[in-house]
């Protein structure tokens, strides 16, 4: 490395201390590395030209600094990360190693998930986007202050958005829609839902949002997503997701005749029939008559709010005729597999930088899009040798 240093013009404030070693492990082994050191006293802080040449991760290499944050992320903890490591390659790195280089590899990667859209083109028929949330446990310090679902009004839990966008070219023998093979790509945030929209409308930019011939936005009939769909994706196709509409039909029937009713399960059933058949507003219709002047008319009416709101994204059949998927099973099982199957965990609870970043890289290897993220990473190291930035 000693032509990085050679070759490295120091920026004004920065003077040269001298040489320093590190050893560095890799993939194959350890090896001594000795490398100028380079001090700026008004930013007290240091740089090492070789170590961004190189981009060394720490002591890492980024060949394994790139295998420790996969194992890191995609493993259920850290320990077993650990040992995976060793019982696969020989390579002993302590699980607290791991976790420190997933939190500085992390933030980064939360980063490059927000980063502003190259938009692209999209060949596919349609273009989905679909979005929901999910409570991931904290510790007590992050839940300071914040209103929850315990009986005593307190948090548990902090809400982690997942997003993904995926792609449909035809549909089956049946008519029914098929999801094109590995093009769900996702992004993810603890940001409030007025934060997480555009950056999920980022990432439909990235995937062709604005040459798709038909957009279709897939999401629960929440009154946060509900907005995030009317301000973000405006003109495209919504449709309120029919697990939740027949979740909340539910409800309609616990107030108007009970859940233990005999006849609960057989009128569910005919929710799901009418619905399926554009039958929203005539179901809203026959049951306001059916329990006007009772004791119960309020309690149903507020549940038939969630209807009364979405009946243009509520016409299933239509939907279903058009050839759209209008169930949210993708982004549902997103947010077992990506966020659950890492941050909810028995017994565990997180920061919220520490549940962000590790999901950030989660969404990222998800995406199939690790290589561009660390050939991201690599330019970025390396651009703090840039000597054009002198002038500023």
């Known amino acids: 490395m000693d032509r990085a240093d050679a070759a490295y013009q120091s920026k004004p404030g920065e003077l040269r201390k001298g040489r320093e070693s590190l050893a560095v492990q890799g993939i194959f082994g350890h090896f001594q590395l000795q490398r100028d050191y380079y001090y700026h006293a008004g930013k007290q802080t240091g740089h090492y030209p070789a170590d961004a040449a190189l981009g060394l991760e720490g002591s890492y290499t980024p060949a394994l600094a790139k295998l420790i944050c996969l194992e890191g992320a995609d493993e259920p903890t850290y320990l077993k990360a650990e040992r995976h490591l060793e019982q696969t390659g020989g390579i002993t790195v302590s699980a607290r190693q791991i976790q420190r280089v997933v939190q500085r590899v992390g933030g980064d990667a939360q980063t490059w998930q927000e980063r502003e859209a190259q938009p692209s083109a999209c060949d596919a028929s ?143 059933r005919r929710w799901a029939k009418r619905l399926l058949k554009d039958k929203v507003q005539a179901l809203i219709n026959e049951t306001r008559q059916e329990c006007a002047g009772q004791p119960v008319a309020a309690a149903v009416e507020q549940a038939l709010g969630y209807f009364v709101r979405n009946v243009s994204r509520m016409q299933y059949g239509t939907f279903r005729a058009a050839g759209y998927f209008i169930g949210s099973g993708v982004v549902e099982a997103g947010c077992k597999t990506v966020i659950g199957g890492r941050c909810k965990q028995s017994g565990m609870f997180w920061s919220e930088s520490g549940a962000q970043n590790i999901l950030a890289l989660r969404c990222i290897h998800s995406s199939h899009r690790l290589e561009d993220f660390w050939k991201y990473r690599l330019n970025e190291q390396a651009a703090l040798n840039d000597a054009l930035p002198l002038a500023a």
């Open 126 to 268: 349609i273009l989905y986007v679909s979005a929901d949330g999910t409570g991931v446990p904290m510790v007590p310090e992050e839940l300071k202050g914040r209103r929850g679902k315990q009986t005593d009004g307190t948090a548990k839990t902090r809400q982690a958005y997942l997003g993904c966008v995926f792609t449909q070219h035809r549909t089956d023998e049946q008519g029914h829609p098929v999801r094109d093979y590995e093009s769900t790509t996702y992004v993810s945030s603890f940001q409030s839902i007025d934060a997480f929209g555009p950056l999920l409308r980022q990432e439909a930019l990235r995937r062709g949002l604005g040459s798709a011939a038909t957009v279709v936005v897939l999401i629960d009939g929440a009154v946060g997503l509900e907005n995030m769909g009317r301000l973000c994706f405006k003109d495209c196709q919504q449709i309120v997701d029919f697990f939740h509409a027949m979740e909340h039909a539910g409800y309609v029937l616990a107030a108007l005749i009970g859940k233990e009713h005999p006849d609960y399960k057989k009128r569910l």
